[in-house]
């Protein structure tokens, strides 16, 4: 495939995934039951709280030894 069909059907399968995006939430509260509701809520809670924790280890672990300073001490 050229670069200009490549680029062209990435054009429209981005138009087409936005439309797709603005129904998406919507169309969800309206076909899922409470319980698969609570259960994405859930699930997307949990995830964040995974990230939120892997960022805090990552700050602890670089800043490790140094006393409260910013910087290793050299």
Do not use: V, W
């Not at 981005?14 to 039951?33: D, V, Y």
């Not at 809670?45 to 280890?57: E, P």
């Amino acid at each position: 495939m050229n670069k200009e069909k490549r680029a062209l059907l990435s054009e429209i399968m981005a138009e087409l995934g936005k439309e797709g995006g603005k129904i998406g939430g919507k169309r969800s509260l309206e076909t899922m039951t409470p319980e698969q509701r609570s259960a994405r809520a859930k699930k997307a809670s949990d995830a964040a709280a995974r990230k939120r924790t892997a960022a805090r280890l990552a700050r602890e672990r670089a800043t490790k030894g140094t006393l409260g300073r910013k910087t290793p001490r050299k």
